[in-house]
């Protein structure tokens, strides 16, 4: 079990701003789309919100299984997240990463998201030929004008969502307040399969963390797993920052949590945090 104390002396870990932020940050322009599969760590400005990335695939390899891409557009309004764990490797990821890209482009002016993973899983049914079982993936889209996220989880793991009006941290699942009960099935399984989505409010301040299963699937050196529990222990500890900041925190706290025990997995972590931007709502199209 993991243990309180644990956490309370890793929350005072700190780096200096400087160390965890460069000094520009990119801002997307209307149907550019950035991500993929390579081993990645940068942040970047969304309509309304920032995000930092970081992409870790199990060394040696430089490509992994883990896929992220973000997205804008609807006249500068609309972003769009999105996160899959391919249970495969080499040219069906590839695949998968083109398909999602290119879905997330056609898809970008209608903020109903639930098509994308219905074509994305009608995809891989056609294209897998027995190559891997499954796809787990997670798509976001945040409306700048009114902070509104939807979200669509086809069995993958539960964001973790920092209300900064109450300062509380959850997992944002389909017991939270207000959301509809998802039943929504990994990628792949069965054609046809329908995904729904949930609207939920997202304040100011607020932060959204998203994860693959590399991240809580790490063991100490003891055997034992951090499992998405522990991981929530870990980030209810860290200092509310910046995005970059908190997400090197996690990095540096999943280092401390595995000590010698190697990575088993790829990793990714995707922080995302609502700010006012400098130039407020007005994105150029």
């Known amino acids: 079990m993991l243990r309180k104390q644990f956490w309370s002396m890793l929350a005072v870990m700190t780096l200096p701003k400087s160390e965890f932020e460069s000094e520009n940050v990119r801002r997307l322009a209307c149907l550019e789309i950035r991500g993929g599969n390579e081993r990645v760590d940068y942040s970047v400005e969304l309509p309304g919100l920032v995000a930092w990335v970081s992409c870790r695939p199990i ?6 299984g883990d896929l992220h891409y973000l997205s ?27 398909t999602l890209r290119d879905l997330l482009r056609k898809h970008a002016d209608e903020w109903d998201q639930s098509d994308v993973v219905r074509e994305l899983n009608d995809s891989f049914l056609t294209n ?33 969502w920092y209300r900064a009006q109450s300062d509380q941290w959850t997992f ?45 699937e790490s063991t100490d050196d003891a055997g034992r797993v951090l499992d998405t529990k522990g991981f ?28 010698a025990s ?24």
């Open 232 to 259: 929530l222990e870990l980030v209810q500890g860290v200092p509310v920052a910046s995005a970059s900041d908190i997400g090197q925190i996690l990095l540096a706290r999943l280092e401390a949590f595995r000590g």
């Open 72 to 98: 804008v557009c609807s006249q500068g309004f609309v972003s769009r997240i999105a996160l899959a764990d391919v249970a495969g490797h080499g040219e069906l990821v590839s695949g998968v990463a083109d």
């Open 172 to 216: 944002l699942t389909d017991s939270t307040l207000y959301a509809k009960i998802p039943a929504n099935l990994p990628i792949g399984l069965i054609a046809g399969t329908p995904y729904s989505q949930t609207a939920i409010q997202f304040g100011w301040d607020d932060l959204l963390i998203l994860y693959t299963d590399g991240v809580t």
């Open 59 to 64: 060394a040696p390899a430089t490509r992994g």
């Open 128 to 160: 897998a030929a027995g190559d891997a079982d499954y796809a787990t993936a997670l798509l976001l889209s945040h409306y700048s004008g009114s902070g509104e996220v939807l979200f669509t989880n086809a069995g993958h793991l539960p964001p973790i």
């Open 262 to 285: 190697p990575t088993a997995d790829d990793e990714t972590l995707v922080v995302l945090q609502r700010r006012q931007t400098a130039e407020g709502s007005v994105w150029p199209h």
